[in-house]
């Protein structure tokens, strides 16, 4: 156990977190408490907490939704319950709905103690062991995904657990995080890796050709249907489907996804035929699908049927260690696409390239690199060959996006400089800088407008 653990009791007051204020609890953990009605998810991000004591009271359903909503932010969470004494279907219910211990009040703090012994030993031991496994193969490669950040390791843990199972995966997290390859990973270790993973791009999909993409249409269906055509999820049939951006998907065709999900049929356009798939689903979202549900627009009962397991994958910035190691693999990479011999980075270019927050994430990162590695006339990469933006020592710092002592830049600059960034990284091509900013190529066409952004000016 690592003396940094960092503990968080929370509860209407400070009795449980007084009576676990003591050298057996104290010693060993940063303890802290916070009240139900705070910003826990704030709290829980700043001080990197990965164990809560959550003490509830009667009636629990209050509680519970806490303990639902802790989980849905973090799944890795490990959460201890303490509350009156209850019956076994009850402690069953919270261990349902993801606590990992229940302890009964008044408390008894040998308990808790050997509670909490036990629970960070089996996280220290699987990730020590995944750890280990990694290391003994002389790399911190796992299904192409480069890290040896210690929840990364969690999350590789839990890929290697699920994917066996055959039930809905809802990935989530930023643009550019690499949430794709996590769905790939999931599929390569499922007992279904030697069928298809069909991939749908919810984002690109026009909203009035949705139904037809994913569920086909026969002859005759609308004007144009002048053929039968399979849609992706009889594509997938005894395989999966990976559906990118799953919020961008309109309310109309949730009903019919929702069917598919819970009965496995559906029916194609325009046909009166009844037709069964097996598939396993895989969504993927970088919007707050759980606050869609709560404005209407997203089906809650969808939501809860595609959210059967979270994976959160952190944004590129809060694993800044993992830098140094996907400069490494990107280059390998580009250097067998196109026979470059790029074998690093200057100390410079990597202060830089450490300083920056990457709002692009991972995809930006390597956009950077494969523009460096062919714009160099070196075997490595050095300032010169950086975008604007890093080369720039304040832009490097990124100073606009922290909390420092110069002025914060407003929304629209910080906006405008990253698209001209990526544009710049792109040389101009309007597709591949639509798929970096994950919009359309209408919605990049209407920011150039707004912000004055234009070849001549940036090229």
Not at 117 to 144: A, I, N, S
Not at 376 to 397: E, M, N, Q
């Given at each position: 156990m690592e003396l940094s653990d960092a503990l968080l009791v929370i509860g209407r007051d400070s009795r449980v977190y007084d009576a676990l204020n003591e050298p057996r609890i104290g010693h060993d953990f940063r303890l802290y408490f916070c009240g139900k009605n705070e910003d826990l998810e704030a709290f829980l991000r700043e001080n990197s907490v990965r164990i809560i004591i959550l003490d509830t009271e009667e009636p629990a359903s209050g509680d519970i939704d806490i303990l639902v909503r802790l989980?849905?932010?973090?799944?890795?969470?490990?959460?201890?319950?303490?509350?009156?004494?209850?019956?076994?279907?009850?402690?069953?219910?919270?261990?349902?709905?993801?606590?990992?211990?229940?302890?009964?009040?008044?408390?008894?703090?040998?308990?808790?103690?050997?509670?909490?012994?036990?629970?960070?030993?089996?996280?220290?031991?699987?990730?020590?062991?995944?750890?280990?496994?990694?290391?003994?193969?002389?790399?911190?490669?796992?299904?192409?995904?480069?890290?040896?950040?210690p929840y990364m390791f969690e999350i590789f843990a839990t890929i290697e657990n699920i994917a066996r199972f055959v039930t809905s995966v809802l990935i989530t997290g930023e643009t550019g995080t690499g949430k794709e390859m996590v769905a790939r990973a999931i599929h390569q270790l499922s007992a279904v890796r030697n069928r298809r993973l069909v991939v749908c791009d919810c984002a690109s999909i026009p909203e009035s050709l949705f139904e037809s993409e994913l569920f086909g249409y026969v002859r005759g269906a609308f004007t144009g249907a002048d053929r039968t055509k399979k849609g992706l999820f009889e594509e997938a049939h005894e395989g999966a489907i990976f559906l990118d951006e799953v919020g961008e998907i309109p309310l109309a065709v949730q009903a019919k996804l929702l069917r598919v999900l819970e009965n496995h049929q559906f029916r194609p356009l325009g046909s009166n035929e009844t037709k069964h798939v097996d598939v396993r689903v895989i969504a993927a979202t970088n919007r707050d699908i759980a606050l869609a549900t709560k404005r209407g627009a997203f089906r809650e009962d969808l939501y809860h049927r595609l959210n059967r397991i979270e994976i959160r994958i952190p944004p590129l910035r809060e694993r800044k260690e993992d830098v140094p190691l996907l400069i490494h693999h990107v280059l390998e990479t580009i250097d067998r696409a196109y026979g470059k011999s790029v074998k690093g980075v200057s100390r410079d270019a990597q202060k830089r390239l450490l300083r920056y927050s990457w709002p692009g994430n991972i995809r930006e990162l390597e956009n950077v690199l494969q523009?460096?590695?062919?714009?160099?006339?070196?075997?490595?990469?050095?300032?010169?060959?950086?975008?604007?933006?890093?080369?720039?020592?304040?832009?490097?710092?990124l100073t606009r996006f922290a909390a420092g002592t110069e002025k914060l830049a407003s929304l629209d600059e910080v906006e405008k400089d990253y698209i001209r960034h990526v544009l710049s990284a792109m040389k101009f091509n309007l597709k591949k800088a639509a798929g970096v900013l994950d919009i359309s190529r209408t919605t990049l066409y209407n920011k150039m407008e707004k912000y004055g952004i234009t070849r001549e000016k940036n090229s």
């Open positions: 989980k849905r932010f973090d799944p890795l969470l490990d959460v201890i319950v303490v509350g009156p004494v209850a019956r076994p279907e009850d402690m069953l219910e919270w261990v349902d709905r993801g606590a990992s211990d229940v302890l009964v009040r008044p408390l008894d703090i040998s308990a808790a103690a050997v509670a909490l012994r036990k629970l960070v030993g089996k996280r220290d031991l699987r990730r020590e062991t995944f750890k280990l496994e990694k290391q003994l193969e002389k790399k911190y490669v796992f299904q192409g995904m480069v890290s040896k950040n523009s460096a590695a062919l714009a160099t006339k070196k075997d490595f990469i050095d300032v010169p060959d950086l975008p604007k933006i890093l080369r720039d020592a304040k832009a490097a710092g």
